[in-house]
């Protein structure tokens, strides 16, 4: 139980195209997630936690209208990248809470290159 | 922003022994967890300890926390090759709602 899936595993874009990524809660369900960025042998950076039916939480220093957090059901929540630039090219990673603050499930992430 | 700090940053140790990751933490928390990442995949939970517990084992993991010095230590005995990864540990803060606040991460290779 408590699988996470993403969707597209990893992804090449253009530069000024946009991206969207799916995080699917597969066997429970989850009003909140949560959408992590990493770079290359570094930590794991939260950018913003989704809530399903309600606007996102974005963290400080994130742009809210670059990345485009969808939680439309129980059981997915989307991340859009819009207008992607290689700055962007990042290991991106969702996960799913159980009660507050406990055991969270993460997918197993979304590599995004933009050229 | 990053509140935890790992050391050390990368350990490479022969198969067999034990490995040792070490976890400072800046403000009170709720609960400490320690997850696993293979080169390129996501992360895989291996365990929690709750802000009131000083020990916890699971299998060749132990877990202890010091909330008085906000340190956190993972040991893995008796290593195997499997175990090279990532380690990250990450804190639930109280009043927190269910985020988590990752660290640095170890870097771990465990050498045939």
């Known amino acids: 139980g408590a699988v996470v899936s993403q969707h597209p595993s990893w992804v090449i874009c253009k530069s000024g195209t946009s991206v969207k990524i799916e995080c699917r809660s597969l066997d429970f369900q989850a009003t909140t997630m949560f959408w992590y960025r990493q770079f290359p042998k570094q930590s794991l950076m939260l950018m913003a936690t989704?809530?399903?039916?309600?606007?996102?939480?974005?963290e400080q220093g994130v742009e809210k209208d670059k990345f485009l957090i969808n939680h439309a059901s129980l059981t997915l929540s989307t991340l859009t990248v819009t207008s992607a630039h290689p700055e962007d090219s990042s290991f991106y990673i969702c996960?799913?809470?159980?009660?507050?603050?406990?055991?969270?499930?993460f997918g197993p992430g979304t590599r995004l290159l933009v050229l | 922003s990053q509140q935890g700090e790992e050391d050390p940053q990368a350990l490479s140790i022969q198969e067999g022994e034990n490995a040792t990751m070490n976890c400072s933490y800046k403000t009170s928390i709720n609960n400490l967890q320690w997850y696993r990442q293979n080169s390129g995949r996501g992360l895989v939970h291996l365990i929690l300890i709750r802000s009131n517990e000083r020990e916890k084992h699971s299998g060749r993991l132990r877990v202890t926390l010091d909330t008085s010095k906000k340190s956190s230590s993972l040991l893995i005995t008796a290593s195997r090759a499997a175990d090279t990864a990532s380690y990250f540990c990450a804190t639930a803060q109280i009043f927190g709602n269910e985020k988590l606040t990752f660290g640095t991460g170890t870097r771990l290779t465990i050498i045939p």
């Open positions: 996960s799913a809470g159980g009660i507050k603050g406990e055991t969270q499930y």
């Open positions: 989704s809530n399903e039916g309600s606007k996102a939480t974005y």
